[in-house]
């Protein structure tokens, strides 16, 4: 967490936030008050933390990672710009180190070079449209970096992705799979394109399939920015 | 800076950087032996690092943002695997806030759905695989950040790049520019595909191409993540 965060939180009259991320922030949030929900519902907790700024309050809306990457901050944004200039509450967005990066400190450095990142929750987003966009990254040969990779009722996509990629990358490809980066149980793995889809693969894996270049070195994954060694 | 980055510099031997990113870290590094070097001499400065090391010394190596993206990780770990594992100095690579994120918090929200990110630097990649990735990332309707957009001798991909970008995303689509974001000197404009280019861009510039559903409220750039409100 960032001193800007910190700061943020400790200056809040209300710190509103998914349970679990209120839970994990508890030492910096102590006694203040706080407002929680459970997954899903975003568009509840948001809300109430909007109505709380209306009512003058200073709130802090946590997210873990960035919260500018599929995050709250644009849920907050399109709810606070749904009031009139003269009562609409001022939104600072204060940016974290994103889940992405820091599996990527955790792999090695796989992100040296162009990288796309897509999430695989299909909740929000038709899979079509999804499925292009990884067949497209394919193509370009980028590192790409998956979010909500597979859940207990969504399995297949992973599948479908791996299938695309080994169209246009080798099977030895190197793929990294970090769980809970930055968290006491954080955990990481690095497979091949070939058979990754048969590790632990969660809600909570970051999932990042290297480029044509990606080796693995000693245990950790590099992506070459093309330096002459 | 999150407090793992500054505890590393702390308790660093010898503090190893860009020579303007020593002078934006003079308040951590206070008196500390630091080796700078200017830009285009990574390969010498990381080396010098690894050396140090291979002397028994405790090396902080510094990047600006993220070192894991477009930053100095990848050719740390590329050096020091060059020595066997007996005399291997240890690298540890810690997160940061990457540029990207704090250039999208200015902007608002742009980053709240699928994502590429593009240097546009042709030094160490040729520009067919970066045009490439843009046309691939356009069809695709990924939101684009750019690093390195421009410099004074490289002109023309911005402009090609809005050309692409033109025949898949209407002329309005937004687009935000950044410099110098989280310094004192940071500022930010929002533009138009049509018009961006016209804007000042710089190689400190980041730039950020909203896909077709980003809008502009109030001032803010907000890519909806798609909850019905």
């Known amino acids: 967490m960032s001193p800007r965060a910190r700061k943020a939180i400790e200056s809040a009259d209300v710190v509103v936030g998914y349970d679990t991320y209120l839970k994990l922030a508890t030492e910096v949030i102590g006694n203040k008050e706080t407002f929680g929900s459970g997954m899903m519902q975003e568009i509840e907790r948001c809300q109430a933390a909007v109505d ?52 990527a400190a955790l792999l090695g450095a796989p992100l040296m070079h162009d990288f796309a990142v897509i999430s695989l929750s299909n909740l929000l987003t038709p899979w079509e449209v999804i499925r292009k966009r990884v067949e497209m990254a394919a193509a370009a040969d980028f590192v790409i970096a998956l979010y909500n990779p597979k859940s207990v009722k969504r399995v297949t996509q992973i599948e479908e992705v791996r299938e695309i990629l080994l169209q246009h990358r080798p099977a030895t490809t190197p793929v ?50 093309g330096y002459q060694l």
Chains 1, 2 share one sequence.
């Open 52 to 103: 709380l700024a209306l009512n003058g309050k200073n709130i802090a809306v946590i997210s873990s990672g960035d919260p500018g990457i599929y995050g709250m901050a644009g849920l907050i944004l399109e709810l606070a710009m749904q009031h009139s200039s003269d009562i609409r509450p001022e939104v600072t967005v204060i940016p974290g180190i994103s889940a992405v990066s820091a599996a």
């Open 176 to 225: 990294g799979i970090v769980h809970h980066a930055t968290r006491p149980e954080e955990k990481q793995v690095i497979a091949t394109l070939d058979n990754f889809t048969q590790e632990f693969i969660d809600m909570f894996s970051l999932v990042i399939i290297g480029n044509s270049q990606t080796v693995v070195r000693e245990g950790r994954m590099i992506t070459p920015r």
